[in-house]
């Protein structure tokens, strides 16, 4: 309404037009198997910290599990409801003793003043933060690591690279950060033109998985990977809270049907908290959620067979 003084959930991160500008990364220092960077690939040096309610963060836990790092690479997980301190952990975190997240940040760069984000892989030799961007801490996972997990799976062939970054762009910028888009957006317009594109790619990827298992074959890939922690939080999350409602992923046949799929994958289920992504959402954004009600639906049976084996 007019005159109405519109509260952004991020204000530095805010355009004037009313859109959602995310921060870039801080920090992106590489792992490298070759030794060619100062953090070489080793066991037991590298921590990680997580969110399980963060799309990010899911995204390399799934790696960590898929690749088999779980004895190379040590994970804290965070507590899901943050404040203006930024993340914390329910008890002291037990690398080093921190209470709140910001502190790997400081430790890192005294004068960091932007927004703590998940996740954070934490070098304990040099004790500094090597990275907190999701997609460089994912790829890194998937191919700095091998002599340390499962080098059999190959969540990015050399030969599909390409392929697979273009695809990436599309859903990251309408799907991925589409949806924060359309949430945080401060103006009717902003809101209406993340929205609509949003629901163009997930129609695009309908049709595209009406032939094919997954994103580029027969067998899930990094994309597939990136896709599926949005699908996995939208009907609970992104549909109601964050207004995009033209329609949900179980209206979705082939989308539905291959959540399920990749949501059956070995290991993967464990991965999914559906209390800390609830409470996170519905409670940390108390401008879109001012009463801080957590909803008790959707009722969704991941579980249940999914078909899509025909396809190959």
Same mark, same amino acid.
């Given at each position: 309404?007019?005159?109405?003084?519109?509260?952004?959930?991020?204000?530095?991160?805010?355009?004037?037009?009313?859109?959602?500008?995310?921060?870039?990364?801080?920090?992106?220092?590489?792992?490298?198997?070759?030794?060619?960077?100062?953090?070489?690939?080793?066991?037991?040096?590298?921590?990680?910290?997580?969110?399980?309610?963060?799309?990010?963060?899911?995204?390399?836990?799934?790696?960590?599990?898929?690749?088999?790092?779980?004895?190379?690479?040590?994970?804290?997980?965070?507590?899901?409801?943050?404040?203006?301190?930024?993340?914390?952990?329910?008890?002291?975190?037990?690398?080093?003793?921190?209470?709140?997240?910001?502190?790997?940040?400081?430790?890192?760069?005294?004068?960091?003043?932007?927004?703590?984000?998940?996740?954070?892989?934490?070098?304990?030799?040099?004790?500094?933060?090597?990275?907190?961007?999701?997609?460089?801490?994912?790829?890194?996972?998937?191919?700095?690591?091998?002599?340390?997990?499962?080098?059999?799976?190959?969540?990015?062939?050399?030969?599909?690279?390409?392929?697979?970054?273009?695809?990436?762009?599309?859903?990251?910028?309408?799907?991925?950060?589409?949806?924060?888009?359309?949430?945080?957006?401060?103006? @009717?317009?902003?809101?209406?033109?993340?929205?609509?594109?949003?629901?163009?790619?997930?129609?695009?990827?309908?049709?595209?998985?009406?032939?094919?298992?997954?994103?580029?074959?027969?067998?899930?890939?990094?994309?597939?990977?990136?896709?599926?922690?949005?699908?996995?939080?939208?009907?609970?999350?992104?549909?109601?809270?964050?207004?995009?409602?033209?329609?949900?992923?179980?209206?979705?046949?082939?989308?539905?049907?291959?959540?399920?799929?990749?949501?059956?994958?070995?290991?993967?289920?464990?991965?999914?908290?559906?209390?800390?992504?609830?409470?996170?959402?519905?409670?940390?954004?108390?401008?879109?959620?001012?009463?801080?009600?957590?909803?008790?639906?959707?009722? @969704?049976?991941?579980?249940?067979?999914?078909?899509?084996?025909?396809?190959?």
């Amino acid at each position: 309404m007019r005159g109405m003084t519109v509260k952004a959930q991020f204000p530095s991160e805010q355009s004037q037009s009313g859109d959602f500008v995310r921060q870039e990364d801080a920090f992106r220092n590489w792992v490298r198997a070759d030794g060619s960077s100062e953090y070489p690939a080793a066991a037991g040096r590298y921590h990680l910290y997580v969110s399980p309610a963060c799309p990010w963060a899911h995204r390399t836990i799934i790696v960590r599990k898929l690749k088999r790092l779980e004895s190379a690479i040590g994970m804290t997980i965070v507590d899901p409801v943050r404040d203006e301190r930024g993340w914390q952990f329910p008890q002291p975190d037990p690398i080093n003793g921190w209470a709140f997240l910001s502190e790997a940040y400081f430790a890192t760069d005294p004068a960091y003043r932007e927004r703590v984000t998940v996740p954070v892989l934490w070098d304990t030799q040099r004790r500094r933060i090597v990275s907190n961007s999701d997609d460089d801490v994912m790829r890194m996972f998937e191919c700095e690591f091998d002599a340390f997990g499962d080098a059999g799976l190959d969540l990015y062939p050399a030969q599909r690279r390409g392929d697979i970054d273009a695809l990436n762009g599309v859903l990251y910028e309408t799907v991925n950060n589409g949806v924060y888009r359309a949430g945080f957006a401060t103006s @009717q317009a902003a809101y209406e033109k993340a929205a609509y594109r949003l629901f163009e790619t997930l129609d695009a990827m309908e049709e595209r998985l009406e032939t094919q298992r997954y994103l580029f074959g027969s067998k899930p890939l990094e994309s597939d990977w990136r896709f599926f922690v949005t699908l996995v939080r939208f009907d609970a999350v992104y549909y109601g809270h964050f207004k995009c409602n033209l329609r949900r992923i179980v209206d979705y046949p082939n989308l539905y049907g291959y959540l399920r799929d990749l949501y059956q994958i070995g290991g993967v289920a464990e991965t999914v908290n559906f209390d800390h992504i609830k409470r996170h959402y519905y409670y940390t954004h108390d401008d879109i959620n001012p009463t801080r009600i957590v909803p008790v639906g959707p009722l @969704q049976d991941l579980g249940a067979p999914h078909g899509r084996e025909r396809l190959g």
